[in-house]
């Protein structure tokens, strides 16, 4: 039977989530992401109530600015050291197993310094364009460094998710997150450090204290799985893994032409405190996508497994199962959280209009279907990373020409009725691609 839209309908959402034989991992991952959303929205509250929603959108706009040379110049070390690592691991290879770290990690070293040079070089032109104020160049460049130790965290994440170490990058996740809600306590309640400034500092101390927790969880493990293992040089494995390293760089360059594009277009088109608006509404979405980030991860080395093997079933049904429960879930929240819309922006005190509520509505359709498109990236990078390639050269040409037209016509309902004509043509490519694996 194909992964289709008929399959919606006949499916048991608490039958197919416990009968999961990865539902301690996936128990332990939502648990994080519960966790996780919880201060996601503590610190728009802190952020809307002590700064102000046009903070906010700033601070949005720097986050999606730097997210474009982020984009430009990460290499996506997890996903290459997952896929190699797994398959020398298949062939109890451990010396190229090592060296896949080796590689990973001098890859990340060297991507976020150009990172860190590309910010400087660019920080004037961006917070004049998009920001409009040009003494906040500095706040981008701080902000920069923040990403500078997420780079280095890619071949550590990389590793453990290959081992299924997967509660280690849970409580990694949680670790930085409360060190963001305690450094951004510590500025408003005894500091009085109430600048825009102060947030992305708040973030940086969180980023770099994260990275060296990251760290040692990593050595722990690393230690007495390779002790005695020399790493020797293997020209056809390092061929190998910058050959799928530069698809998913290109895959992620191009994808900086889109990825957060749609908070840039509304920041260059109308103003700051519509984009914190957006994003404060996102934000409250954010429980919906977090919905499937635990099977991206999950998921990743079991379809790895699969694709090597030649399970084509197997690799349908795991991803059918997933989804299904995805959006039965992820409605139920919608509707819950639709309810209770306007008590939440008053509790962050931001001023709420009735006209939220059907931006609400929107946004909830696009985040939906994005979040059942969750397979999208571990399947591309396991059957063909070209995929990815193709669609986000796409989303490229249509984000700079339909979003902006639309937006520039109709304002902010522009951008979401573009959003969910462009997710909805992501996922129906992606599930030919799909069936096309399987089937043919």
């Not at 005190?349 to 498109?373: A, G, M, Q, R, W």
Request: charged share 15%; aromatic share 20%.
């Amino acid at each position: 039977m194909q992964f289709g839209i008929k399959s919606f309908m006949f499916a048991n959402p608490v039958r197919a989530l416990i009968s999961s034989k990865f539902k301690e991992h996936l128990a332990f991952s939502y648990i994080t992401q519960f966790i996780v959303a919880i201060f996601g929205v503590l610190q728009i509250f802190l952020i809307n109530k002590y700064y102000g929603i046009e903070v906010f959108g700033q601070l949005t706009i720097i986050i999606s600015t730097v997210g474009i040379l982020n984009s430009l110049a990460t290499a996506r070390s997890s996903e290459a050291v997952t896929k190699f690592f797994v398959i020398e691991k298949i062939k109890h290879n451990n010396q190229n197993a090592k060296f896949v770290l080796a590689i990973g990690m001098t890859i990340d070293f060297i991507t976020a310094i150009i990172l860190i040079a590309m910010v400087y070089f660019l920080a004037n032109f961006l917070a004049n364009f998009f920001l409009k104020d040009i003494n906040l160049a500095h706040e981008i460049i701080i902000y920069a460094y923040i990403t500078f130790f997420v780079f280095l965290r890619g071949t550590i994440i990389g590793y453990l998710q290959a081992k299924e170490l997967f509660h280690k990058i849970n409580a990694i996740n949680i670790f930085d997150w409360s060190l963001r809600i305690l450094f951004l306590f510590l500025f408003i309640f005894y500091l009085d450090w109430l600048t825009l400034k102060d947030i992305i500092y708040s973030l940086l101390f969180a980023s770099i204290v994260s990275f060296f927790y990251a760290l040692f969880i990593f050595i722990n493990s690393y230690l007495p799985e390779f002790k005695g293992v020399k790493i020797q040089y293997n020209k056809l494995l390092f061929q190998k893994y910058l050959k799928f390293n530069l698809k998913t760089f290109i895959s992620s360059s191009l994808k900086a032409g889109n990825r957060n594009i749609d908070n840039l277009i509304l920041a260059f088109f109308l103003d700051s405190q519509v984009v914190g608006i957006y994003q404060t509404i996102k934000k409250i979405l954010s429980p919906v996508a977090m919905l499937s980030i635990p099977f991206s991860m999950l998921i990743y080395p079991k379809l790895i497994d699969y694709f090597t093997n030649n399970k084509k079933l197997r690799f349908l049904n795991i991803i059918k199962k997933i989804s299904l429960n995805v959006l039965f879930l992820g409605i139920c929240y919608v509707m819950f959280a639709l309810y209770f819309l306007e008590d939440l922006f008053i509790f962050m005190d931001v001023e709420f209009l009735n006209e939220y509520k059907y931006y609400f509505s929107l946004i909830s359709v696009f985040t939906l279907i994005s979040t059942i498109t969750w397979w999208a990236r571990p399947f591309s990078n396991v059957v063909n990373v070209n995929y990815s390639i193709y669609i986000n050269i796409f989303l490229i040409a249509y984000q700079l020409s339909v979003a902006i037209y639309l937006v520039s016509m109709y304002g902010v309902i522009g951008l979401f009725v573009s959003l969910i004509a462009m997710y909805l043509i992501i996922y129906f490519y992606y599930l030919i691609k799909l069936n096309k694996y399987v089937f043919n």
